[in-house]
């Protein structure tokens, strides 16, 4: 028989793990050849967390595995970046057009657009980049509940005809319960690590962050389909409730651990916007739970692509309020911090390489915030840190949300926060040697009073924003405020030595 002749080098970057989609979709299993790239780039460039190093890596290794055992033919090579790995096969396979969906990243897109590479369609998100412009186009400010609601009334999600499903857009009210006194935060699943994951693990670099002891995110498809399950039958009826709790004794609460999967493509989330309206028919399950949920998918984590797309690749550069401390060096060292609700989410961090979205907004973005952290300083961290981080998801958020760095383009008003809504919202002021009512002396928790101090350092941009109004109203009506500025330097001070 005739050798077949090759037609076409797809490439799968890796976080396009999926046969359903992207470039594999319309792949021919007779006359394409699927290249994976293990970049160098992306494992010793930067101090990344093992655990994010194990999982993408050994994600890709496993679908590369799973790709041959179907027949595919398939080229899994290293190189220093994608493009020269790109280079390098072409060399073997001449004159065949490399094809690849449409990268994730501004970076990727320009470095494989400049070696020829031809893109398809990128479907890994529900929104496409046109549709997002329009609706971009169509707006005077960017609130995410438009967007959201627009999604709902698109797709037909939780609608009764052109009204919501129990009448309203979401249950924020109900779903902002803090966590309760012993409450049982039901089990997480773990993984037994395979010969593939043990290869990846003997492997990691030196260079790499944090803890890796189990394995604790899946890394293939049964894996990540596993974890769905386990999320839907034992977290999603409390999942809304206390979607924003910061409990001490659990690093998950009751959320789903979804985000690594969908964002490396093991998951697609129109399967688990599926998965969760079916469970919600069985009738279990609380509207608040189920809307809540959806609307991180269909919502937010559309709008935050949407978004890096929609404000091009130097929105990045932002930074509104000239922070430029350096990085405090308690984000790296959970043992740099006396503060409790700090020390520990950054343990969880070093361990888990994952947090909810309330820690790290609330807790570390506002820390990073209120102490004038560089925001490009703090997006590389929380690039390097998070299993679940990508350039698109952490540029809008580290930028617009967290560190106010684009002047209000994203969010109205910056997230910055004292004391008291972490002693409300989470479990660890008893235990911690600071106390969130005090703004002034050693025990003032540095939350508040550094929430002051950023209010009065920025008062002449902050009074003419009139969602500020209130803050700037209470700055007002201090009475000791050059004692607070006296204890905010002590505590800069001593946050940039690791003493606070
Ligand atoms: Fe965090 Fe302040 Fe509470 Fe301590 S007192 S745990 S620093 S919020």
Not at 260 to 274: C, D, K, T
Request: glycine share 6%.
């Amino acid at each position: 028989m005739p050798a077949v002749r090759m037609s076409r080098l797809i490439c799968v970057p890796f976080d396009q793990l999926n046969a359903d989609h992207g470039a594999l979709k319309s792949a021919d299993r007779d006359t394409d050849v699927i290249v994976l790239i293990e970049s160098q780039r992306m494992i010793v460039g930067r101090a990344w967390h093992k655990q994010r190093l194990q999982f993408l890596l050994s994600s890709a290794r496993h679908f590369a595995a799973e790709l041959q055992s179907n027949n595919w033919s398939v080229e899994y090579l290293r190189s220093d970046t994608t493009a020269s790995g790109l280079k390098e096969i072409s060399k073997k396979y001449p004159d065949l057009e490399i094809v690849c969906a449409a990268p994730n990243s501004f970076r990727m897109r320009r470095e494989l657009s400049e070696i020829g590479v031809n893109f398809v369609d990128n479907d890994f998100f529900l929104t496409s980049q046109e549709l997002f412009t329009i609706w971009g186009n169509s707006q005077k400010t960017f609130t995410m509940e438009n967007f959201y609601r627009a999604q709902r009334k698109r797709l037909g999600i939780l609608m009764s005809g052109a009204t919501p499903v129990g009448g309203e857009w979401n249950f924020d009210a109900e779903n902002r319960l803090p966590p309760k006194k012993d409450q049982d935060w039901g089990t997480t699943i773990s993984f037994d690590l395979d010969l593939i994951d043990e290869e990846v693990m003997a492997e990691l670099p030196d260079t790499a962050w944090g803890n890796l002891k189990s394995k604790i995110w899946g890394t293939s498809r049964a894996e990540a389909l596993a974890q769905m399950e386990h999320f839907f039958q034992n977290h999603f009826k409390e999942f809304g409730p206390f979607e924003d709790a910061m409990p001490a004794s659990s690093w998950t609460g009751h959320h789903s651990l979804l985000s690594p999967y969908l964002n490396n493509g093991l998951l697609h989330p129109s399967e688990v916007v599926s998965a969760a309206l079916q469970r919600f028919e069985q009738g279990d399950i609380p509207l608040s739970s189920c809307e809540g949920f959806i609307r991180q998918i269909i919502g937010w984590r559309e709008y935050i692509n949407g978004m890096y797309w929609y404000l091009g690749e130097d929105y990045r550069k932002g930074n509104g309020l000239s922070a430029n401390r350096k990085l405090l060096p308690l984000f790296q060292d959970s043992k740099k911090t006396e503060m409790n609700c700090v020390k520990s989410i950054v343990k969880d961090i070093e361990d888990y390489g994952w947090t909810h979205h309330i820690p790290r907004l609330m807790v570390l973005s506002n820390l990073a915030l209120i102490t004038g952290v560089k925001p490009q300083e703090f997006l590389d961290w929380m690039r390097e840190v998070f299993i679940d981080a990508a350039d698109w998801v952490m540029v809008p958020n580290v930028i617009g949300m967290a560190t106010h760095a684009d002047s209000g383009v994203l969010m109205t008003k910056p997230y910055a926060a004292g004391g008291a809504y972490i002693s409300k919202m989470g479990q660890f002021c008893k235990e911690c040697r600071y106390d969130p009512r005090l703004r002034t002396g050693e025990t003032a928790c540095p939350f508040t009073t550094l929430y002051w101090d950023f209010l009065d350092r920025n008062a002449q941009m902050f009074s003419k924003n009139h969602r500020m109004f209130q803050q700037m109203g209470g700055l007002r009506k201090l009475s000791n405020m050059s004692e607070v500025k006296d204890r905010a330097q002590q505590v800069l001070n001593g946050l940039d030595q690791g003493l606070i």
